[in-house]
């Protein structure tokens, strides 16, 4: 099954009803991950599972430090405070708040494991369909995001090597 829900409140779903819950690059975009990962854990039946990969930048290679930098030099001036929050913290779940997110809500100590997605960009085309469906270019106006596109072209050709964690949890029982 299929549902489109809010991860903090999700209506309708009845309590241990599901094996596994998977969220992909999405714990980030949660405005109450404590929350949702008491939805999570009341979804789950006994012994569930739950999977989930977040970016983890502070993972990043100098040299995608860099590069990012100037990415988010554009978001600042075209959208500020656009990242505040999430963007200033640890990677989930290495911030204090988000493992008492899991912990408070009986589930169990996520294992991690760190990977590098390689995203090569040989040329302006190739970063923008990259960038282009990204959270960072939903911030932008469209003036803004020309201004990322001549501010990404200027870094051509690059590799950025974007680091995820995969997370895997389960509920206890």
Excluded at 115 to 139: K, N, S, Y
Excluded at 161 to 166: E, H, M
């Amino acid at each position: 099954a299929f549902i489109q829900n809010s991860a903090e409140r999700m209506s309708g779903v009845e309590d241990k009803s599901f094996d596994c819950v998977i969220a992909s690059l999405a714990l980030e975009e949660f405005q109450d991950l404590h929350a949702a990962m008491g939805e999570i854990r009341r979804v789950l039946r006994p012994g569930g599972r739950f999977v989930a990969s977040v970016t983890s930048f502070d993972r990043l290679r100098p040299v995608d430090s860099a590069f990012m930098g100037a990415v988010i030099a554009v978001i600042t001036r075209r959208a500020p405070a656009a990242l505040v929050g999430r963007a200033s913290l640890a990677s989930i779940p290495l911030e204090p708040s988000d493992a008492r997110a899991f912990s408070e809500n009986n589930m169990l100590r996520p294992e991690e494991r760190d990977v590098q997605f390689a995203a090569p960009m040989e040329d302006a085309e190739a970063a923008w369909r990259l960038f282009g469906r990204t959270h960072i270019a939903r911030l932008l106006d469209e003036e803004g995001q020309q201004e990322l596109k001549q501010v990404i072209a200027r870094r051509l050709p690059h590799t950025l090597y974007i680091p995820l964690r995969f997370l895997r949890s389960r509920r206890p029982g």
